[in-house]
């Protein structure tokens, strides 16, 4: 057991070392790697439930009389209750049924007896880190076990998913391209979510939007907006955006292209301090204000690491954290460059994991326990970017930075008594807001430019039909 235990510790350690040593490597890092909360989602765990034999089903034997009572017991609810589920995972699956008023639902049902083994689970992650800490004093893993006693409790009370739910929904109102379904309270309890029903395609599917002509530019703008609102204006930010947790359709009443956004179940708030700070730490990285880029960084809590941190947190070299990611976006042929060398980063990764593991460990130990989900997040959104070929556009840096512009502005107003001083704000938010618009329109127009430059040279070089 003790030689599994160990084993099983090096594995997390080096899981780790890779995950770290990707971002600096200016590659792409999935913090479910060393995130708690998918470490938290794998020992997920479940409270008492009034509908235990909707999950009843599971476990008894199919067409024996017990299962028969169980069936007609759920018919008592439903007019029907499909058994295989959409979609499972270790924490919850979700059935699709129709209610007796003709309403067709998603019914989220909590796996039975996940409750008495989390417990153990945790404690054995304790244990484990620990004993890491014993054997490697450098590595810092005790974040990651305070992480998944914090948010699980959380996940696990799908009331509290459904008031998330209802919160985004109305603090994002304004969006006309968001679809967050209703929960139906009379029929919901900590074990059981019933919400309306809406079907659609995996955000990361170009197949299933070329098939119904949804734009993958614009799905991609409307993500970047709808996190850059949660993040940097409102601070209470939607943790889980993985493609499952993310679909896209047309909208049946006018046609128009949405986000169905699920999975409400993890969500951080952010403070008002570190939401500010984080505003000024990616207007900084925008706008290559270097000076400032370390001084928000250390404020968030990297110190020294500084360099490792932004690297960490856009995903690209330190070269092009100086150059100006917002001045920089990864360009076709960067990406081209980045395939060629994936073998080779993969050697490099291998080969020095080890060497970077103790900064990784330490900076996600310095900083605030709310940066974590933050990186979490970022990863995912980056990684449907990937998918979708939008990564890194410009027009995502000018959104978080109209964003951050708001969010600021709106601070510097409640702090104010003064008229003149709140006029003063609003026109120099006006004015910030006008040049960032003007930008993107001198970025459009070169790339009309030189996409009317392409189209030029192929009518030159190709030979004229006879």
Not at 313 to 339: F, Y
Request: with cysteine; net charge positive; glycine share 4%.
């Amino acid at each position: 057991m003790a030689r599994r235990a160990l084993k099983l510790a090096s594995w997390t350690s080096m899981a780790l070392a890779a995950s770290g040593f990707y971002l600096y490597s200016n590659k792409y890092l999935d913090l479910n790697d060393f995130g708690a909360v998918r470490v938290g989602r794998a020992v997920a765990t479940t409270a008492v439930i009034s509908y235990d034999y909707l999950t009843s089903l599971r476990s008894v034997p199919y067409g024996s009389e017990e299962y028969l009572q169980l069936r007609s017991k759920i018919h008592d609810l439903f007019m029907s209750f499909d058994d295989t589920p959409l979609g499972a995972a270790s924490l919850a699956q979700v059935h699709k049924a129709v209610l007796h008023d003709g309403r067709t639902v998603a019914v989220k049902v909590q796996h039975p007896k996940v409750q008495a083994q989390s417990s153990k689970d945790i404690l054995l992650m304790e244990v484990l880190v620990l004993a890491v800490k014993q054997l490697f004093p450098e590595f810092e893993f005790m974040w990651l076990v305070d992480e998944a006693k914090k948010n699980l409790p959380l996940e696990l009370d799908f009331l509290n998913e459904g008031r998330n739910a209802e919160k985004v929904a109305q603090m994002l109102k304004h969006f006309d391209f968001l679809k967050v379904p209703q929960i139906y309270w009379e029929l919901s309890t900590k074990r059981v979510l019933l919400m309306e029903f809406v079907d659609g395609g995996q955000v990361n599917d170009r197949d299933y939007m070329e098939r119904n002509k949804i734009d993958v530019n614009e799905i991609s703008r409307h993500l970047g907006k709808m996190y850059s609102e949660m993040i940097f204006v409102n601070g209470f930010v939607h943790c889980d955006p993985h493609p499952g947790n993310v679909l896209v359709r047309k909208c049946p009443g006018t046609g128009k292209a949405e986000i169905v956004l699920l999975d409400h179940g993890l969500y951080q708030v952010l403070t008002e301090e570190f939401r500010l700070d984080y505003c000024h730490l990616w207007q900084s990285l925008i706008w290559t204000d270097m000076k400032s880029v370390k001084k928000y960084s250390q404020r968030l809590g990297a110190g020294d690491l500084y360099p490792l941190f932004t690297c960490m947190l856009t995903a690209r070299s330190w070269d092009s954290v100086n150059r100006g990611i917002g001045q920089t976006p990864v360009t076709a042929t960067e990406r081209k460059t980045d395939s060629k060398q994936v073998n080779k980063q993969d050697s490099e990764i291998r080969n020095n994991a080890a060497n970077y593991l103790p900064q990784i460990s330490h900076l996600l130990n310095l900083v605030p326990r709310q940066m974590l989900l933050i990186f979490k997040t970022n990863d995912l959104l980056r990684g449907i970017e990937v998918a979708l070929g939008t990564r890194a556009s410009a027009s995502s840096f000018l959104n978080m930075s109209r964003c951050c512009i708001k969010a600021l502005a709106a601070h510097k107003k409640k702090n104010t008594r003064s008229f003149f001083r709140r006029t003063q704000i609003s026109f120099s938010e006006a004015f910030n807001l006008w040049q960032i618009n003007l930008h993107e329109l001198v970025l459009r127009v070169k790339g009309l430019r030189l996409a009317s430059w392409v189209l030029a040279l192929l009518c030159w070089l190709l030979p004229a039909p006879h």
